[in-house]
């Protein structure tokens, strides 16, 4: 099969890099920044991908990160073609500790403009295995291979403040897998989120379970979640329930899509988002869900279903070609519907709504100065005043009463 | 923790913010801009400032855009502040003796509530005279009338109020459909607003009034003389209060065998009369009768004070205990007051407002009570009703030289129509607390509170016209 060369395109040439990988030459550059979640590398136009670089993933990948001959920094080559990248080191504060002795890198991992922090790393979905067949990634797939051990307040907001000392990202993305309770985990973060809203002035996104009532999003919008995401993963309901039979039999798909609608009418626009894991079923079902969400007011953001030695579940090669009209969708249909996604950029981990215009070739419609704003400090610290004052001015009353059962 | 989101748009969320501060802005912008007005004929520069300063507290007495106590701050710090009284004079207003007759009438108020008296003394009523369901109205209608003789008619109402609810439950009334329902709340509301006028101890608009007279003219009004002078008005009120009821409200239920249980097993619950009880009972009795009997020679604030030393001394009260009970909000208002009415009548301002305004529509005595009275009526529908005195005495009072009528007369004809406010939630807390049983609507009050308005107003000025000359009062 011949396949097309994306070099030209770097929207595209991101989402190939995503599924095929690339093998690294330099041994010390592999050594230094290739982890077992893959390396960050900055291809032209800025764009942010993290690429698995481990032997057995790349061994059938046409491209090869090398030393560029002559100068300075690294080339992207499959041999023919190729364009300067720059590998991103991993940041500095993963080496430090916390006062209690544990590393930052093993409680907080950085993906370009968000920092991913899990403070508890089971899964309750596990214990009964029913757990999600692709999960690996931020939850531990055994409850004891963390020691049962939750990283205290004091912990997080002390790897917060590495991150955002050595100005690694500016948002702060908590997240948290499935526990009993009809609070989704709201009621876990929440010390969490106050702590470090208290102390940082910077944006907390929370990847939740829905929870069982309302409630509970009005609540973690009022004590200040400034993103939330109810992922839902697959669109498709058959595959939902097969590929992630706790969520589907505990809180179940309309659960997830109407939580997700009332919290698009509490956060601010572009601020609620679901993952539809690209893969993990047909292209089209996954368009459906596509328009199903925008309808809602709700981000889609389509991370790539990446393989993995530790997970049960296997899919078919994907190719580039297949899924990249998946990603125009997503952008025409988020501009047509009017829904913000300038805030969910920079993410090495999946290709952005805001990636989509280059697949589309409508970079004319981008202002470099608007790109340059929300990429700045500034443009950050803007979104966090904006957001607080959204909050102050929406959030009417904190009563101090006895709640009604069930609720928060 | 229970949260709201308000969902509106959001540009409507800030129009909503904005007024407040654009609110502000303004009532600033216009207060400078008067006090840069030339200073009309007749007029000081002092009395300017003056007018300036009452008109400031008006509006923001009338709005409610800030507690009824910090707009008495306004008054306290910009009297001084303009230069209308030095600033030493203005803050020493602040002892006047209504001030600390209040403090003592809360102190007291908030003693006998606390020993459990009130509470006995209502519930043994009740069960004695309360058989029938007209019986069981008319005890709580006295009940909160008597009550409001000794006590401010707001505390009664909040104290009558978990009974009145438990025994509407007990006859399981529905709120908003039962008449019986309005009809108890209706009885605890204006019984309370009846009684309330009828003392000096019924509200802090007397005392209140008494502080600016005696501020202005050096004249007082006596406890006896007072409750004479009013006695008339309470009687016709309460009797044409209760047809008014009965007639809008006919009673719809056969018996109150389950309210009169509900009575009984309180007043059982509460055992027998503790020597605390019989204690402050004692010294409230002694109280009013030195208050009756030398109040105008020692002054009612010295008993007042002397009776609260007493409970402190006799360990008969906390003072943790009776910080719940004072409200020291309508204290710093009844300063800022004062110093108001002060500051109009040193300036020369009321005198002027009462020649420049008031003097086309009420050159006479009949004219000037009814103007007034209907003022301080309508006004305390809206507002506070010690705001409506600390707004109308002093341009009442400013009359006397005018008319011939003394300051006296012209004293009672604001403060007693002050306290009449039957018509809206928003004119007293007693009715407010009886709105939010859910019983009566805002209609309901309404619809007979206009009835009890025309009532009040009229009764009250044949009363000055007919009675009050043959008590002497003219």
Known sequence: MIRKNYFKNPGALKIDLMLRGAAIEDPVAKARACGATGIDILLPKKILVNIPCEDWFTVRSPYVIKKSAGKKGYILTNGSDSVPVSILDRPEFYSRKTATGVPFGDIAVTHGSYTVITPDKRCGFFKSSAQCRYCAGNFSTDA??????????????????????EKASGIIYLSIGFSDGDDGGIKFLEPYVKAIKSHFNCLVAVEALPPASNEWIDRAYAFGVDSILYNLDIFDKELFSVICPGRAGLIGRQRTLDALKY????????????????GLEPPGSTIMGIDFLTD??????????????DRPLDVTDLDAEV?????????????????????????????????????????????????????????????????AIRRRLRVKKIKKEDPPEGSP | MRVEIDRRPIWVILAGKALRPVFFLLLALGFILFLQLPVPEGLGTGGMRAIAVFLLCLVLWVSNAVPVAITGLFAIVLVPLLGVLPRGATYSLFGNEAVFFILGAFILSGAVMQSGLSNRVALRLMEKHGGSPKRLIISIFLLAAALSFVMSEHAVAAMLFPIVLEISKSLKLRPGESNYGKLLFFALAWGSVIGGVGTFLGGARVPLAMGILKETTGSTIGFLDYTVAVAPLVVVLLIVGYIVLTRFFPVDIDGVENAHKVIVRRARALGKVRPREYAVGLILGITILLWITIGKTVGLAAIAMLSVMALFVLKLVKWREIEEYVNWGIILMYGGAIILGTALDRSGAAKWMVDAIMTQWAQTPITVIALFSLLAILLTESMSNAAVIAVLLPVSIGMAGRTNMSPEVLTYVVAIPAGLAFMLPMSTPANAIAVSSDYISVRDMAKGGVIMFLTSWVTFNLMAHFYWPLIGLR
């Open chain 1, 296 to 309: 809602s007011g709700v981000v889609p953001i389509l991370p790539i279903f990446r393989p993995s030695k």
């Open chain 1, 144 to 165: 004891a291979e963390n020691g049962g051990r939750v990283y205290t307040v004091e912990e997080v907001l002390e790897t917060v403040k590495a991150v955002l000392k």
């Open chain 1, 323 to 387: 899924i990249i009209p998946v990603y125009r969708h997503l952008y025409k249909t988020l501009k047509k519907k009017g829904i913000n996604f300038n805030w969910v950029r920079d993410i090495s981990m999946v290709t952005t709504p805001v990636e989509g215009r280059y697949l589309l070739n409508d970079e004319k419609s981008s202002s470099p100065f608007l790109d340059n704003f929300y990429e700045s400090r500034l443009g950050m610290k803007t979104a966090w005043g904006l957001s």
């Open chain 1, 263 to 278: 919290a698009a009418g509490i956060f601010a626009n572009g601020t609620v988002a679901s993952h539809l894991i690209v």
